[in-house]
């Protein structure tokens, strides 16, 4: 071989891994099918995160749906390996569904690594055609409205609790795919009242707001830097649940009820969607992955995009996400055995 073909194949030698670690393909498994909140989070997170990881590996989404979320957790947990090519992507759903013991669930928490965090929100809304403008009036003409719904068991608990502590009378059609069939439903006319998370709503329903089309009533609220459940930030015009409940019944909200709502809402939504790796992923790779997270979260420009399509809520990375995990999978037993008792008289489901 001539020197200087010696040279190109040397230097083309040297320059291969490089190129196949450029190449890398990182899967984040989704548990709902494309188009709702936790694919609009998803899917705008994986692009800052594979613009943001060392030498930008393909961050490729993996749509795995069914049994409100549980199925992706239990694919994640018997599938992903040690070498951290593998992120799972969890919402509110599938803590909920852990913390009451789901039959589906065969996922185990303590086989995970959290890598970040994110709060969301959620809004409840009504089509134009019902003719109301707050859920006062909702209430007071007492007619009984149908809402569509993925499962008792899941984060549909929390609007579903706070309805009934208005005095909304509800019915409840379970068994839904995604949030984005119970929104396509209200649309149709199959349904008189929903909710979505904070990235659906601001990506699919703002718009039909805009249009005059439906009529957001109030937010669940969110969790303000005192650790108050205040306004939720994204939707500062719209009255949180508490304050609704407070101009409905003249009290604040109390008893086995509002302690349930609370730990749903922190199990729900103060770290709705969390980013995870397998635990037996080396503490090097899992360290790439969190740092990564945090850079994204000091970002000026991802605080800002991530306003306009996620909501203004902090990317929680380091020690805060890991606050956010022990606070999100942590549920009162009395607190777990009347909500599991609630879901049974109400629902006749059994988790």
Same mark, same amino acid.
């Given at each position: 071989m001539r020197r200087r073909e010696f040279i190109a194949a040397l230097a083309g030698a040297l320059a291969a891994p490089q190129i196949?670690?450029?190449?890398?393909?990182?899967?984040w498994v989704v548990p709902f099918q494309e188009g709702g909140g936790t694919d609009v989070w998803a899917r705008f997170m994986a692009d800052w995160l594979s613009a943001t990881l060392p030498d930008h590996p393909r961050v490729e989404l993996l749509n795995v749906s069914g049994g409100n979320s549980t199925r992706a957790a239990n694919f994640f947990d018997a599938e992903a390996r040690a070498d951290g090519r593998m992120l799972l992507g969890t919402t509110g759903s599938t803590q909920v569904a852990a913390l009451l013991g789901d039959r589906r669930v065969q996922y185990d928490y303590a086989n995970w690594q959290i890598v970040a965090a994110?709060?969301?929100?959620?809004?409840?809304?009504?089509?134009?055609?019902?003719?109301?403008?707050?859920?006062?009036?909702?209430?007071?003409?007492?007619?009984? %409205?149908?809402?569509?719904?993925?499962? @008792?068991?899941?984060?549909?608990? #929390? +609007? $579903?609790?706070? &309805?009934?502590?208005l005095g909304v009378d509800v019915a409840v059609l379970l068994g839904l795919s995604t949030r984005n069939a119970a929104r396509a439903g209200l649309i149709a006319g199959e349904f008189d009242i929903d909710y979505q998370t904070t990235p659906?709503? %601001?990506?699919?329903?703002?718009?039909? @707001?805009?249009?005059?089309?439906? #009529? +957001? $009533?109030?937010? &669940?609220?969110?969790?303000?830097?005192?650790?108050?459940?205040?306004?939720?930030?994204?939707?500062?015009?719209?009255?949180?649940?508490?304050?609704?409940?407070?101009?409905?019944?003249?009290?604040?909200?109390?008893?086995?009820?509002?302690?349930?709502?609370q730990a749903l809402f922190d199990v729900g939504f103060a770290a709705q969607k969390m980013v995870f790796l397998p635990r037996r992923v080396p503490a090097p790779r899992?360290?790439?992955?969190?740092?990564?997270?945090?850079r994204m979260g000091a970002d000026p420009r991802f605080r800002a995009e991530a306003a306009e399509v996620l909501g203004p809520y902090p990317l929680l990375a380091g020690s805060q996400a890991d606050a956010a995990l022990a606070s999100a999978m942590t549920m009162d037993p009395e607190t777990r055995k009347w909500t599991r008792g609630w879901l049974e008289r109400r629902f006749r489901v059994t988790p």
């Open positions: 196949a670690r450029a190449a890398d393909v990182v899967e994110s709060p969301s929100g959620g809004v409840i809304y009504v089509p134009a055609s019902l003719g109301v403008r707050s859920m006062a009036e909702l209430v007071a003409r007492g007619q009984t %409205l149908h809402f569509g719904s993925i499962g @008792a068991a899941s984060l549909d608990i #929390v +609007p $579903l609790l706070a &309805l009934q502590m659906g709503y %601001l990506g699919h329903v703002r718009p039909l @707001a805009k249009a005059g089309q439906v #009529v +957001p $009533l109030m937010s &669940l609220g969110a969790i303000d830097r005192h650790g108050r459940l205040a306004r939720d930030p994204a939707f500062p015009a719209l009255p949180s649940f508490p304050e609704v409940f407070r101009q409905i019944h003249g009290r604040d909200p109390q008893g086995p009820e509002w302690q349930a709502w899992l360290q790439v992955f969190r740092d990564a997270f945090a």
